[in-house]
């Protein structure tokens, strides 16, 4: 079944070009037009994906590239990491943590866990120093220079927990010429948001880029039930307050050796995930009329309030040996986060025809978490573009993380019921090399290897309430190998055929939220095949990518979250299984239009007969076979769907450009995402199977280039979609969105 639907992918892509259709690359080409002539077609993009810069063509494997332009405008009405969802074929981010915690899924490959301990199969990386933790993937996104998501298994370079991919982000960076930019956005629901940036070249081997963003919204949803936390006189909860700040120094003191040290610090202030208690009927996967955007009623939580700060470090040093480059990276980050949340969405005080009843109160909240990680990495690749290239490296990851976490008593108490403190402490080393090879002018070969070594030790407390004094330790480790093998042959100037088999994996977990009792798994491994092709068209004014691709997990990882007995537990699946079709591309359509697009077909599905979970404690429809384990109800989840791994994606971006002179220019672009058949959970039911989900975005205004002036107005949520992201269901059916609609203008300076 796999080799089949493989197949039949391969011949769909290729009849698709042969047919000349395009759909779009996910990154629209957004070099500002000339206004004075039609541009000659689409530029070439070049990434970074295999450690070393190359034409996007070259590379042999799926990798789609977001430009700062695109961020920009996602971005504009305040939306953070999540809006990158579905900007990607086969990319969905999601998360329950608010704006500091997202959770990425690449192909159906994801966690759906929310604790800030969990691991995940999709790996961040931010200027060569990998985020490891959910805790630091959220941290904002500014001044960027490119965003490559690099999908398939990628733990040959990139190192444990890539068997789903990387999102790797970097930033600008200093460079011998005075440049920089200010930009201010101002919008509906109090929304600022204001962006500078400023390269200083202090001398001819030292470079500064200093770079700053704040973020900004007002409350703007009332809490209606008005507990003692509440002021009945004006709006409680949504807004934030996201302080960003990054410097490069970059220092050359000689013609081979060069410098980068980085410092950058975040201090955020805001709300967390509002849920939102009986906004699903039983039945219907649907709204209903007890979901109001701008109310909720919460008795706990303290309006859901989330704070957090993070600094971090980095020191980058190459030397150039003439044939080699010998590259050495050390990074550090720290962090501190507090934060509480009313998990019902609800009030179970409240008077049975209440809209917003819950069977019980649930309350629970961070009273601190102390985060500690740190990099060493160590590589030496061969210099120029010969017929043989290789690279070679060791690498060092060690973290500690310290988690307080508390429990109330769901009436707007503010001391704790009950307190766990939990030290879970990881380290990891591995080695690594890479190597290709020119059989001929037009075909090249690629394969790598990695040696991982794996450890995670937890240690944990209840220092208050049922159980007091109790404890929990358990320690896991593996060792690993990961590789690839890879071919790239260039058909024609225009045209490139690629193939890449490669096996991930992700290291052992451990979950202690329902301390005393802890669960662990087993490292999961991700065997991968996949092809595809890379072309120009049309005389280099479209730009088509097509790959097809089938993977197999074995012991596949999962997080069991909520279900009647409302527990948080790893489990290992026998198998998992995905497959699926992506495309994407550009095209220069004429008269100032381009059009850029993209899709995914992605099936996934579980593997493993004997494989129960808990059921939703709500009254929902599970549409899987019940099983009694004991007195309660297990639902067997064999051939499901992955949770949130959407089957099918898109995305669409438009853009017009008219030039009105020399040097000015009038510009519009609207965008759309799409995903479509996902389920929320690992069981499957009526209501926490979604359908379609649609957002749109619109983006018109002036500019003039000799001055480097732009003004523009948009809108982010078009429509005002009321899309549903994620749920609770452990009491009731519960529920929470995305973000609303958002309009305002904004005023960029470049220099």
């Known amino acids: 079944m796999l080799r089949q639907a493989l197949l039949a992918a391969t011949v769909s892509g290729v009849a698709l070009l042969s047919a000349g259709a395009v759909s779009a690359q996910t990154a629209p080409n957004t070099q500002t037009v000339p206004a004075a002539a039609e541009p000659a077609g689409v530029d070439d993009i070049v990434v970074t994906a295999q450690r070393r810069s190359e034409n996007i063509r070259d590379v042999p494997f799926a990798v789609t590239a977001l430009s700062p332009q695109t961020l920009q405008e996602v971005s504009a009405g305040g939306a953070d990491i999540l809006s990158l969802s579905g900007r990607v074929p086969s990319l969905q981010v999601e998360s329950s943590n608010g704006r500091y915690a997202p959770r990425f899924y690449i192909r159906g490959l994801g966690n759906v866990d929310f604790d800030f301990t969990a691991s995940q199969p999709v790996s961040v990386v931010l200027d060569n120093v990998v985020l490891e933790s959910v ?114 120094v970059a220092w050359t003191p000689t013609d081979r050796l060069s410098t980068l040290l980085t410092l950058q610090a975040r201090d955020y202030d805001g709300t967390g995930t509002m849920n939102r208690a009986n906004a699903l009927t039983k039945g219907s996967n649907k709204l209903n009329d007890n979901f109001d955007r701008d109310t909720v009623y919460y008795d706990g939580g303290r309006n859901n309030f989330q704070k957090q700060k993070t600094t971090s470090e980095s020191l980058q040093v190459a030397y150039d040996f003439g044939p080699a480059t010998l590259t050495g990276i050390v990074g550090s980050y720290q962090g501190w986060s507090q934060g509480d949340g009313d998990i019902d969405g609800g009030v179970a005080s409240a008077p049975a025809t209440a809209s917003y009843k819950t069977p019980f109160n649930s309350e629970t909240g961070t009273l601190s978490s102390d985060l500690l990680q740190n990099t060493y990495e160590l590589r030496l690749a061969s210099n120029g573009d010969g017929r043989v290239g290789w690279q070679v490296g060791a690498f060092y990851w060690d973290e500690r993380f310290n988690l307080v976490s508390g429990t109330f008593n769901g009436v707007g108490g503010v001391q704790p019921t009950r307190v766990t403190d939990i030290v879970q402490k990881s380290d990891s080393w591995s080695v690594f090399g890479q190597g290709s090879y020119k059989v001929t002018d037009a075909l090249k070969v690629t394969a790598g290897v990695r040696y991982t070594d794996d450890n995670r030790h937890y240690n944990g407390r209840i220092v208050l309430g049922n159980g007091a004094g109790g404890t929990g330790a358990v320690s896991v480790g593996d060792q690993q190998v990961s590789w690839d093998v890879s071919a790239v042959y260039q058909v024609n100037d225009d045209l490139n055929l690629f193939a890449r088999v490669a096996k991930g994996y992700r290291g052992p977990s451990i979950q202690g939220r329902n301390l005393p009792v802890l669960t662990t798994a087993d490292s999961e491994t991700v065997m991968s095949y996949e092809t595809g092709l890379k072309a120009r068209m049309m005389d280099g004014r479209a730009r088509f990518n097509a790959t097809a691709y089938v993977y197999e997990v074995s012991d596949m990882q999962f997080t069991a979250i909520g279900g009647a007995d409302n527990s948080n537990r790893l489990i290992n699946a026998k198998k998992g299984e995905g497959y699926g079709l992506e495309l994407d591309g550009d095209i220069y359509l004429g008269a100032g239009f381009s059009l850029a697009a993209g899709g995914a077909w992605n099936h996934t599905e579980i593997k493993d007969k004997d494989l129960l979970v808990a059921v939703c ?27 949130q791994a959407p089957e099918y994606t898109a995305n669409l971006t438009l853009n017009y450009v008219r030039p009105l002179g ?74 929470f969105v995305n973000e609303p609609r958002t309009y305002g203008v904004q005023l960029t300076k470049r220099f």
């Open 135 to 248: 805790y630091l993937k959220g941290f904002p996104l500014f001044d960027v220079q490119q965003l490559e998501v690099l999908r398939g298994p990628q733990g040959t370079l990139f190192g444990r927990n890539t068997p789903a991919g990387v999102v790797k982000i970097d930033t600008v960076k200093p460079s011998d010429e005075f440049t920089g930019f200010g930009s201010l956005t101002y919008g509906n629901l109090g929304s600022t948001r204001a962006e500078a940036a400023v390269t200083l070249p202090a001398s001819d081997t030292l470079q500064v880029r200093g770079a700053i963003l704040w973020n900004h919204r007002d409350d703007w949803v009332n809490n209606a039930y008005n507990p003692s936390f509440a002021n009945p006189d004006k709006d409680d909860l949504g807004g934030f307050d996201d302080l960003a700040a990054r410097v490069h």
């Open 617 to 643: 404690g709500s009254n929902c429809t599970v549409t899987d076979p019940i099983v009694m384990v004991g007195t309660t109800r297990r639902a067997a989840i064999d051939g499901n769907p992955f949770p």
């Open 662 to 735: 020399a040097d000015t220019e009038l510009f519009a672009s609207t965008d759309w995402v799409m995903q479509k058949n996902f389920n929320l959970f690992l069981y499957e039911s009526v209501e926490f199977m979604q359908d379609t989900h649609f957002e749109g975005g619109l983006r018109a205004g002036w500019r003039d280039l000799s001055r480097g002036i732009e003004a523009a107005a948009y809108v982010r949520n078009l429509t005002d979609e009321e899309n549903v992201i994620g749920a609770i269901d452990f009491n009731n059916l519960t529920a």
